[in-house]
């Protein structure tokens, strides 16, 4: 530092915040209160479209939007911490997976306050996927079994491996958990 350019601490904070090098983002109840550059770049927006915005516009449906509200919130509560990966949608429409890191700032009320960071873990081409392909590719990362996901969509298992197949063969592979493996760069 030097005496022509005093700065404070808040100043150099500030300057780490948006030079950080992953996306950054504070929310209040779900909108945006505060993002850096790297946030905005990610999702194809500049840091003015994203303040004030509720984080609905990064997912395909309401429905969407509103069922991936209490996953981790238990965590959340318990840890002030939590860590998942998850499809989000860009500016442009296509989808980006995404590492999600959420810290909550209250911890009896989560959603209250939360800094998350986001890291895109497939350098490939945009993802462009229907509606189902997001939900029954969001629940497969969670683990679950074709039964089990037919189960949480109301959805026969028949259908959910055809949802399965057309995933394999869009994406070259052998088998469903190899998606997973593509998509986020684990084998």
Not at 92 to 115: E, K, N, Q, Y
Not at 138 to 160: D, F, P, Q, W, Y
Request: hydrophobic letters at 40%; charged letters at 25%.
């Amino acid at each position: 530092m030097t005496p022509e350019s005093p700065q404070t601490a808040q100043d150099f904070a500030l300057m780490a915040f948006h030079g950080a090098p992953i996306a950054l983002v504070m929310t209040e109840r779900r909108v945006i209160r505060s993002c850096n550059l790297t946030f905005a770049r990610l999702l194809g927006y500049r840091i003015d479209d994203l303040i004030g915005q509720s984080f609905r516009i990064f997912y395909g449906s309401d429905e969407e939007f509103e069922g991936i509200r209490d996953i981790g919130l238990t965590t959340l509560r318990e840890t002030g911490q939590y860590t998942d990966e998850r499809l989000v949608r860009h500016r442009a429409g296509h989808s980006l997976w995404c590492r999600f890191r959420a810290s909550t700032l209250v911890p009896d009320a989560p959603l209250d306050r939360i800094v998350m960071s986001f890291a895109r873990i497939h350098e490939g081409g945009p993802v462009s996927l229907s509606k189902r392909e997001r939900q029954v590719l969001e629940l497969m990362n969670r683990r679950l079994t074709s039964k089990e996901i037919a189960a949480c969509l109301g959805l026969s298992a028949r259908t959910v491996d055809d949802v399965r197949g057309r995933l394999i063969k869009r994406f070259g592979v052998r088998r469903a958990a190899d998606i997973l493996g593509l998509l986020g760069g684990r084998s």
